[in-house]
């Protein structure tokens, strides 16, 4: 069974740092594209970042480019989102989701979604 | 930029009816198009994918079709468990979701 599991969100100051993870287990994590995608207290789902299953490739949405670093460690099946410079717009609900790809500029399928991690921003 | 137009926003029906949800793209789109629903407190999870095919362990009565920039998923006979917000996706792009309501 594919599980996909985020921590360390939590409260965040305007202009500092969090650092998400999502533990991967069920599958060959090295074969598969990972994305963040948040979704804002109410709103919408918004796609954030992708790295390819090598870890050698990432893109950004241009809401975060800059800011944010998506990493991987293979030999732990972790993916992670570096968080810099937290603005208020980015308090959401993060998830990871293995993609169906190994890689690309953008997201195809995300064929499995963990269950979020909280993050807000405030002073 | 592709963005992604669902309608409506809020569908209204009873269970046993038939729900059809639109996603309309802003250009021409490959149809790698996929629908994802969620539940209140939970996580999105994967219906169909590349316009028209079911995810693993998704019942019959959800479909998907469409090319171009129009797309639809529809729910032949709605039960309980699929009242719900759905999102139809395609690269980087999501549609800002349909709330599909007991009537």
């Known amino acids: 069974e594919v599980q996909l599991l985020e921590s360390g969100g939590g409260l965040g100051q305007p202009g500092g740092s969090l650092r998400l993870s999502c533990a991967a287990s069920?599958?060959?994590?090295?074969?598969?594209?990972m994305s963040w995608v948040r979704q804002a207290p109410g709103k919408g789902l918004e796609w954030v970042s992708i790295?390819?299953?090598?870890?050698?490739?990432?893109y950004y949405a241009d809401s975060v480019k800059g800011r944010f670093t998506i990493s991987r460690d293979n030999s732990k099946n972790t993916l992670y989102l570096q968080m810099n410079s937290l603005r208020d717009e980015d308090t959401a609900v993060y998830y990871c989701?293995?993609?169906?790809?190994?890689?690309?500029?953008?997201?195809?399928?995300?064929?499995?979604w963990g269950q979020g991690t909280m993050v807000t921003v405030s002073s | 930029e592709i963005v992604l137009t669902q309608s409506p926003a809020t569908l209204s029906l009873s269970p046993g009816e038939r729900a059809t949800l639109s996603c309309r793209a802003s250009?021409?789109?490959?149809?790698?198009v996929a629908w994802y629903q969620q539940k209140p407190g939970q996580s999105p999870r994967l219906l169909i994918y590349?316009?028209?095919n079911r995810a693993t362990g998704i019942p019959a009565r959800f479909s998907g079709s469409g090319s171009g920039t129009d797309f639809t998923l529809t729910i032949s006979s709605l039960e309980p468990e699929d009242f719900a917000v759905y999102y139809c996706?395609?690269?980087?792009?999501f549609g800002q979701g349909t709330k599909v309501e007991i009537k």
């Open positions: 989701a293995r993609d169906a790809r190994y890689s690309g500029s953008n997201p195809s399928t995300m064929v499995s």
């Open positions: 069920g599958f060959s994590f090295r074969t598969y594209a």
């Open positions: 790295i390819s299953g090598s870890g050698g490739s990432t």
């Open positions: 250009q021409t789109v490959s149809s790698y």
């Open positions: 590349d316009a028209s």
């Open positions: 996706q395609q690269r980087r792009a």
